[in-house]
């Protein structure tokens, strides 16, 4: 039986790539769009959201 190979696309170019154990920088196509991608999030590009905090008195939905 052959096992059929994943392809992905490369998220900083486009590129497909191949999921598998040889591709080496997976799932980015080289290791230079796997350091492009990592000066995003240095550079602080990529943000992840996050919920506002509240403070330990109230329960969040809760108002005064």
């Known amino acids: 039986m052959t096992e ?3 392809i992905v696309a490369c998220p ?3 590129a497909a790539v191949r999921w598998e154990p ?3 920088y997976r799932p980015f ?3 230079r769009c796997k350091l492009i991608d990592l000066g995003q999030w240095a550079d602080e590009s990529y943000r992840v ?3 506002e905090e509240h ?3 109230e329960a969040p939905g809760e108002s005064r």
Request: proline share 11%; net charge neutral; charged share 35%.
């Open 4 to 6: 059929k190979v994943r």
């Open 12 to 14: 900083t170019c486009g």
């Open 22 to 24: 040889q591709s080496r």
């Open 29 to 31: 196509c080289s290791e």
């Open 49 to 51: 959201p996050a919920e």
């Open 55 to 57: 403070p330990d008195s």
